[in-house]
């Protein structure tokens, strides 16, 4: 743990400083004993001086015992621990004269663990263990502890009659386990804390006392159980037991592998072996008065908490052939026999080594992993994750999950790599080229480190803990175990920090800058991948196609450009960022055209290079996008959107207009160049807006807002060129006054990323303008106005419907507000009395359509509401379109927009609601399906719970049609069933990577609910 440096010099002239007269010394001349003391590292001098002066005359001028308690970490607790071990055992001090190398190691220890030295004052016999300085081996250890509770070391079967001094988990051979035990922890601390033992050997040692005391809990157990001797039963360890790299406190994870012996009913069997297990299981956790060893953890067993304890071996492989995912795997890794029958465990554990060394090519690889990586995340409690030291960002667990990864990536071909432990096997791959020396080096050290401090936190209270603590007097305690000595507070956190900040550098250190060793000019110091370890290090990461990535790897870091310089710098977190996406092969070639685009524009690299969160934000879009990725890659300037969420968010309506009217007045008379000046607004804006929808900014009903909003500007803007592009740029010369009527989702300020804006146009002739004059004119603007949104061009285009107009596609496309009067009074239809709820004014002049929505409101909101037969008309309208209109094969259950409980199911709830009601309730006369419904519950026409109901399907549906567009980069209304599609889906929904199955049952869950409120509400009278 930390080297022992022995006495600090001239520790006997301080002391003596004043004492004798002639005495020459050139130390600080100290006034007091007590000051003295403190100046030597004890924190309370005085109570130092006491208790030094209670241990007799001998005590205080033995300057070698003094030297060995200031070199400890904590020397006020190793001389207060000693000072009640020398009342319960005065021969002690004598032993320490005899014995120096046995004093420097129980005094390291009682200067970092006050539990032991609480052991050490009851049982004082067993500092006879401290005298041996050699390593006990893994047979001593159980001979031991075996003896301890009274059992046999050399009878290899368990006995079917109770062991002398074995009665059970009450008797006192749990005692004597316990005591035993700590008496060997007591050794293995003593080696550590004076530099005798390497980490390796101390974990090593602890891994082999806790199969020893497993081997004797078992022993106990057997005592317990009739018909122990019928069957076979062997522990695995498993963990950081498994891999012999335990820590002095944890839990043991274990699982249990039982035969029936010849005979004997494998189910008669399997319930002995269960009630051994369970026995042993309390043997070692069961409080007793000296406490209790430790937890054993079997939930690393197939099915965990929910399967059976113990099962055969065949039924351990058939779930690991069948059932068994990714992690159980990874676990398996470092499993290996410690207790029981180990021969029985020698073929379960080389039975499943097949199994574990094919893990990195099963179809869910990717997203075992990434789900294992989120389990260990959540693990952390609220407010420790700073602290953490084994869960935390820069922790143990960063560094033993990467090099558990490339075990599985690499370990299929090579089978040097085939290690439990975390060190050996971060040696194996630096050795096989897999991890660059240095790197390799960094990583060890920095687990080296972190392994030390858990050690040191565990011991302190022989608690299981890997926080570390925040008092100063931990932290100094700390720090001095860990040999600093001029600032241990501040040596020690710094360390700690910087330890931490390259450990979190992890997945460039061992994933992603081999990657780029393999296809281009970097130092021959590093190590190099073949195309062959890169390929599968890039499958096992997710990139379906590995030979394209290495081809984009390859052209943006090839070369000595600054640019190449940049990219290689970048790209290994960029690449661990792509594998976290969806689709990491979209995202890396979407990086690769966007840099091709910019690469050479100064800031476009730099900005990356320097802001980790544009750089970050973009792998995500890019890798989850195809619609954002095509809107960037006309637009790559938009990249600097991404710093923070202030620049994604929605822009007022009068602020686009603003830009749109002055993107406009700089290209004059031009109107193909003033209206792809707005379509390029539009494109920004259209990229601003998923990017904030796809990272949570705004929510669907914002979204919807947004669009519109800017679909609105989009449309007037184009009104304004178009009109003056006809008139020859005088507009007071324009014949008529023009109003174009937003409907259908654009009129709801509902439009997605895939509408077409719906809208009807309207005008009214000015004074002395024949009718026939303004009529050609109005028609002619809104025919040039189509065309000129939907010109070919790099941004997308704006498709105007104008089907909702009276008599549909085969009327005029223009009317006048008397010609919309006149049809209206004879010819309308319910269906059209219903598209009208969603009409307002969204371009041309504001007078002429306030008129039309005066001229239409009594139509879509009369006075008295629908009659009866209209309401059944729009009840049989429905069931026709639900009948005619889903198109062939369409599953029902996931079309989101005609299918059940998709969005005309809440729809047409809405509208029903209002056509009924709004002539007598204002609060309905709004063209938002979701105002409504919330307007209905308000005047007591809707229950809340069903509207909650409703609300949450239409969000849901509208969710997944804008997902559709932003991931495929085309629309389309039922949810694709493609497997792979559906994941990137879900995805971009928010949903785990192995969650696109949990989307399709919470789709499937809301739409089902909504459908039967939908169709109670409908159909109600």
Known sequence: MYRYWGAPPRVAGVINVGVEEGTVDTAPRIQTTAGRLAALGFADGARAERLLDGLGPEAVSDFELLGDLVAAADPDLALSSLDRLVASDPSVLGAFREDPAMRRRLLGVLGLSAALGD????????????????????????????????????????????LPG?????????????????????????????????????????????????????????????????????????????????????????????????????TKALQTATRLAQAMMRACSAGTPEGSLWEVDANLRPEGKMGPLVRTLESHLAYYRRWAKTWEFQALLKARPVAGDLELGQQYVAAVNEMVWQAAARPHFVEDVQAMRRRVEAHIRAGEAERQIKLGPGGLRDIEFAVQLLQLVHGRSDALLRRRATLPALAALA????????????????????????????????????????????????????????????????????????????????????????VARLPESEARLSAAAAKARLEALGYADPDGALRHIAGLTSGVSRRAAIQRTLLPVMLGWFADAPDPDAGLLGFRQVSDKLGSTPWYLRLLR????????????????????????????????LGSDSELAVRPA?????????????????????????????????????????????????VGQALSSLNDVTIQAALDVTINKLCGGRREDFPTRFAVIAMGRLGGMES??????????????????????????????????????????????????????????????????????????RWSSHWEAQALLRARFCAGDAELGAEFTDLVGPLRHPAEGVSPEAVREIRK???????????????????????RGGLTDVEWVAQLLQLRHAGAVPALRTTRTLDALR???????????????????WRFASRIRDAIMLVRGRAADSIPGLVKERALISRALGYPPDGSEDFIDDYRRVTRRARAVAERVFYED
């Not at 033992?197 to 009739?226: I, K, Q, S, W, Y």
């Not at 990017?691 to 705004?698: K, M, N, P, R, S």
């Not at 790099?794 to 909702?804: H, K, M, N, T, V």
């Not at 069931?879 to 927009?897: N, S, V, W």
């Open 119 to 162: 052991h050490v004052v009851r049982h004082p016999g067993c500092l006879r263990v401290l005298v041996n300085e050699g390593r006990a081996t893994d047979r001593e250890l159980r001979e031991e502890l075996l003896l301890a509770v009274g059992a046999d070391p050399d009878v290899p079967e368990p006995v079917a009659e109770p």
């Open 166 to 266: 074995v009665a059970g988990s009450g008797s006192p051979a749990l005692d004597a386990l316990r005591v035993a035990y700590r008496g060997r922890l007591l050794h293995i601390a003593g080696r550590d804390v004076t530099g005798e033992a390497t980490l390796g050997d101390t974990a090593a040692n602890l891994a082999d006392l806790a199969g020893a005391a497993l081997d004797a809990a078992l022993a106990v157990a057997r005592a317990e159980v009739p018909g122990s001797a019928d069957v076979r039963l062997a522990v695995i360890g498993m963990g950081k037991c498994g891999a012999r790299e335990l820590n002095y406190i944890s839990d043991v994870d274990v699982v249990f592998v039982a035969e029936p012996k010849e005979g004997v009913d494998e």
């Open 431 to 518: 050795r096989g080229g897999f991890v660059g020396r240095e790197d390799a080096k960094a990583l060890a050290e920095a687990y080296t480190f972190l392994r030390q401090v858990e050690h040191m936190i565990q011991l302190h209270r022989l608690r299981r803990t890997h926080v570390v603590p925040s008092d100063p007097a931990d932290l100094r305690r700390i720090g001095r175990g860990l040999g600093m000595t001029t600032d241990p507070v501040g040596e020690f956190t710094t360390t700690w920090k910087r330890h931490a900040l390259e450990v979190r550098r992890l997945h460039e250190k061992l994933f992603y800058r081999p990657l780029l060793q393999a």
């Open 610 to 641: 320097d802001e980790t969160a544009v750089a970050e934000r973009l792998a995500r879009l890019l890798g989850t996008s195809r619609y954002v990725t095509g809107l960037l890659l006309h637009a790559p300037d938009a990249v600097g959107m």
């Open 654 to 702: 009068a602020t686009l207009a603003a830009e749109a009217a002055a993107a406009v007045s700089r290209h004059g008379q031009d109107a193909e160049s003033a209206v792809a000046a707005i379509r390029a607004l539009r494109r920004r804006e259209l990229l601003r807006t998923a990017c904030a929808d796809l990272f949570g900014v705004i929510d669907i009903e914002e």
């Open 752 to 825: 997605s990323y895939a509408s077409d804006a719906d809208v009807m146009f309207v005008h009214s002739p000015l004074p002395g303008v024949a009718e026939r004059d303004a009529t050609d004119a109005a028609h002619a603007v809104a025919e040039e106005m189509r065309r000129l949104l939907t010109l070919p061009a790099p941004d997308p285009p704006l498709q105007i419907d104008a089907g909702l107009r009276p008599e549909g596609r085969q009327g005029p496309l223009v009317r006048t507000i008397g010609s919309y009067r006149a049809y209206y009074d």
């Open 877 to 899: 309208l429905k069931a026709r379109m639900e009948a005619e209109r889903l198109p062939r094969g369409a599953d029902p259950t996931l079309h989101t927009k005609l299918g």
């Open 935 to 953: 307007a209905a519950v308000a005047e007591d026409l809707l229950a809340q719970a069903d509207e909650a109901v409703l609300a949450e399907a």
